[in-house]
């Protein structure tokens, strides 16, 4: 029982991870567009590319997780 605890607050964790970069790429995305500084819309354009690509990455984590233990969908 223990271990099944343990998993589910990782799983738990993985995905209010993953909705807190969702947030955080979407406000990069805002700044990029608000701001008139190049330099500035370049770099908030930039980190919200690899922000994408951390939350693509740490998506397909949360599929493997609710794959392999189904209790864990929907959390």
Partial sequence: MQEVYQGMTVATQVKTCLASLKSAQA???QFALST???EAKQTFASAAQATQQ???QISQRVQQLENEEPQ???F
């Fill in 72 to 74: 864990y969908k929907g």
């Fill in 54 to 56: 951390i939350v693509d």
């Fill in 27 to 29: 406000s990069l995305e």
């Fill in 36 to 38: 008139q500084n190049q």
